[in-house]
């Protein structure tokens, strides 16, 4: 055991292995104390075990720059920090929507011109963290935070100060790029610092976060745009205001949670402080060239997605709702001002049901929680998807309710309580494929989340360009209507999981892979000598 002075304990488990004889290093005595020439740095040395020639770096049990083992006051100011950039993210999304009309006005540009700023924001959403997520798992995720956070504020003021649409739709894409870290880096984070059986109640605040926002802009924003001396350009100097408001917070509070990365650096420390470069972590065994890394982080995601069933099998239900989602985000306002004339004020308060929905959802998966726990020992992760179960059925209900409502000889509310049972039930799967898939693929769960995040986001993408297009031609019943049954199609998929995802899993190589790694995290030491 090697202390440094003012630092905890990392320690270098020995690993029997049938071909290796593990060896005490020579002049590592018991308990004695050692100073270093020419310095004043005091050196503990204990036992260390030598295997394959190099001095393995670990953490030792209730070490605190473990992430796991992080203080619950200091891993809950890390989830909300994190969860407050993802909600500004969010709302950034769909309040870009009620600008519309004043936007279209004051830049002279087209409906789908102005359309095409809010679809490219989710590109970025798409296919950034394919990158993202497999270097932060490499690297860290403490740096792409806060480069993503301060580059957001930047984006957010270019689109305020925009003189043409074609700025917008540029600072859009942009923004979507920095702002996806938001979605794709704060899953991962979560299951570095929180284990499985604790993640239920900090993933819902993540999804909170996502889903609320979502509804809670737009409302904000609709009355900015009906104020005539505020309108489009005030409803992103808000967001620069107040995305510039978390982003400084976020330089002292948020921290490394990447164990591996953190380790890494420790076994740098050592080989300073030692001047023995014996001293790895176990992540630099064998490390790739700098260039074999970034193909293996920019794939990585999309072999998870292309090889592992759950994965694609949750990626494809999500993404439709996701795209639904975006589709109503687009097509809401217009509808209730067609059908029930609200001003554009009205309309953004509409989605007040988003809130609402997610809310619901929220206490929902409170629920789901329980069940989680009274089932895990029997059911594994699969036992987050009771509650899913459930709201795969009442989602299609949710669409059919608000298509079917939304006339005139129908008060506007009963389409509101449509479009939150629809959220709701958007809000418990979102909440549930985070969760699932963390619990499913532990230290490559922002890669597997990335891979699933590119298929939501394309649909995100694509859905809104043909919104109003699909109105004119179904009208809003029947564009409804296919939506819902489409939905109803795609109920058996968590039923399918849940009775069957534990043999998927051990079919697989990666989910057997991350199974042998976990069992070796929890007993580092069961064969050591």
């Known amino acids: 055991m090697t202390r440094y002075e003012g630092d905890p304990a990392f320690r270098v488990p ?35 075990v030598l295997e394959d020639g190099s ?58 011109q102005a359309t095409l700023g809010f679809s490219v924001y989710t590109i970025g959403f798409a296919l950034v963290p394919l990158v993202t997520s497999s270097f932060s798992e490499e690297f860290g995720r403490f740096p792409f935070y806060i480069v993503s956070s301060f580059m957001f504020v930047l984006t957010e003021m270019m689109i305020a100060l925009a003189p043409n649409i074609q700025t917008v739709i540029v600072a859009r894409a942009v923004g979507g790029c920095f702002g996806s870290t938001g979605a794709a880096l704060v899953a991962g984070s979560i299951a570095d610092i929180w284990l499985p059986h604790q993640r239920g109640f900090p993933m819902s605040l993540f999804a909170l976060a996502v889903i609320a926002s979502s509804g809670l802009g737009p409302m904000v924003a609709g009355w900015i745009e009906a104020n005539p001396s ?72 999309l072999i998870l997605l292309f090889t592992e069933p759950i994965i694609q099998g949750f990626s494809l239900w999500i993404s439709f709702v996701w795209g639904v989602l975006f589709f109503l985000l687009d097509s809401v306002s217009s509808e209730f001002k067609d059908i029930y004339g609200f001003g ?74 449509g479009l939150t049972l629809f959220m709701t039930s958007a809000f418990i799967l979102y909440q549930v494929v985070f969760i699932y898939l963390a619990d499913c693929y532990g230290p490559y769960a922002s890669s597997a989340l990335a891979g699933q995040s590119l298929c939501r986001n394309t649909l995100a993408t694509v859905f809104p360009l043909y919104t109003s297009r699909m109105n004119d031609l179904l009208t809003y019943k029947w564009a409804g209507t296919v939506f819902a049954l489409i ?43």
Request: contains cysteine; proline residues 6%; hydrophobic residues 45%.
């Open 14 to 48: 020995a690993i029997k292995r049938e071909h290796q004889v593990p060896e005490f290093i020579a002049g590592a005595p018991l308990h004695n104390e050692e100073m270093d020439k020419g310095t004043s740095k005091i050196i503990s040395r204990a036992p260390t």
């Open 230 to 301: 505020l309108q489009w350009r005030w409803i992103h100097w808000i967001h620069a205001i107040v995305s510039g408001a978390c982003s400084i917070p976020m330089l002292f509070v948020l921290t490394e949670t990447r164990s591996t990365v953190i380790l890494a650096r420790i076994a740098r420390q050592a080989r300073k402080d030692t001047g023995d470069g014996r001293y790895r972590a176990r992540s630099e065994i064998d490390k790739p060239c700098f260039m074999s890394m970034v193909a293996t982080s920019c794939t990585r995601p």
């Open 487 to 529: 939905a109803a199609i795609m109920i058996p998929i968590p039923y399918i999981f849940f009775f069957y995802g534990s043999r998927m899993r051990k079919c697989s190589p990666v989910s057997r892979k991350i199974l042998e790694f976990e069992v070796e995290q929890k007993n580092p030491d069961s064969e050591k000598l």
């Open 55 to 112: 001095l393995y770096v670990d953490f030792e049990d209730g070490d605190m720059r473990n992430p796991v083992n992080f203080s619950p006051r200091r891993k809950w100011a890390i989830t909300i920090n994190a969860c407050v950039f993802t909600s500004i993210v969010a709302a950034a999304v769909s309040s870009y929507t009620m600008g519309y009309s004043s936007m279209i006005r004051d830049l002279n540009c087209t409906l789908f």
């Open 344 to 417: 554009v004020g009205e309309t953004g308060s509409v989605f007040v049901t988003i809130a609402i929905g997610s809310l619901l959802g929220y206490l929902a998966n409170i629920y789901g929680e329980r069940l989680y726990k009274k089932h895990i020992h029997r059911k594994g992760p699969e036992a987050r998807l009771y509650i899913a179960c459930v709201a795969s059925i009442f989602f299609p209900i949710g669409m059919l309710i608000f298509a079917w409502t939304a006339r005139a000889d129908i008060p506007w509310i009963v389409p509101m309580i």
